[in-house]
């Protein structure tokens, strides 16, 4: 079965570091997405990507995260210099072309995360 | 009122049981309802979806009910089982829009 695959699972890193995390959306699949996890708390949306632009972003999605699809497989969010609150699980996420061209966002197709821990 | 509002934040039910998720939302401009269920150490994954256009969804075990005019949806697990234990959540999103608005979950154990 396709799935989407994230590395690494887990990061450590010092504050002010940059860090890439990396996805590989499900090949057939135009709309990819970051959302992240505070842990105990709800899943939240960052930023949806389609036809190699930002398509959608939150407020959380400030000007020091940024996303890219350098190659036809990858999919990488960067946080340029991290702070202790951006200690999360960040989980990579894909879906299928909807209907009218729009992502029928109900049927993402998540991976298994990567777990950031700024110190 | 982007929130989706989820209850109740734990639930404990016996084997065999049947367990009950609740959410309710503000924004009526949400058309599609999913259910999302997640193990430790994986990503969610999605369960069942309604939009509103139905009261009631059924798969398996799993059903949605949707109250349209309260703003409501639940989730109801029949014959619940241990491998059911989980954490769930609710999610609302609008067509053509890009993006899910989670409830907070619901961590579910079935006990043996």
């Known amino acids: 079965e396709p799935e989407v695959t994230q590395t690494p699972s887990h990061q450590v890193t010092q504050m002010g570091q940059e860090v890439i995390l990396r996805c590989v959306p499900i090949?057939?699949?135009?709309?990819f997405y970051w959302y992240r996890q505070i842990l105990g708390q709800k899943v939240e949306f960052l930023v949806s990507?389609?036809?190699?632009?930002?398509?959608?972003k939150s407020e959380i999605f400030d000007d020091q995260f940024s996303v890219e699809r350098p190659d036809g497989s990858n999919f990488t969010l960067k946080i340029r210099s991290t702070k202790l609150e951006d200690s999360a699980m960040y989980f990579c996420?894909?879906?299928?072309?909807?209907?009218?061209?729009?992502?029928?966002?109900?049927?993402?197709?998540f991976g298994e995360g990567s777990r950031l821990t700024v110190l | 009122q982007q929130q989706v509002k989820q209850s109740p934040q734990s639930l404990i039910v016996q084997k065999g049981g049947i367990s009950i998720i609740n959410c309710a939302y503000e924004?009526?401009?949400?058309?599609?309802f999913p259910w999302y269920q997640q193990f430790p150490g994986k990503g969610p994954a999605l369960l069942i979806a309604?939009?509103?256009?139905?009261s009631e969804k059924k798969e398996g075990r799993f059903t949605i009910s949707f109250n349209k005019s309260a703003k409501q949806f639940s989730l109801h697990i029949m014959d619940s089982q241990p491998g059911d234990s989980a954490t769930y959540f609710c999610?609302?999103?609008?067509?053509?829009?890009?993006?899910?608005?989670f409830g907070q979950g619901t961590r579910l154990t079935i006990n043996p």
């Open positions: 090949s057939n699949h135009l709309y």
């Open positions: 309604i939009r509103p256009d139905v």
């Open positions: 990507f389609y036809n190699n632009e930002i398509s959608e």
């Open positions: 924004n009526t401009a949400f058309d599609y």
């Open positions: 996420a894909s879906s299928e072309a909807g209907q009218g061209g729009f992502a029928n966002t109900g049927e993402l197709f």
């Open positions: 999610a609302a999103s609008i067509q053509g829009a890009q993006k899910l608005v």
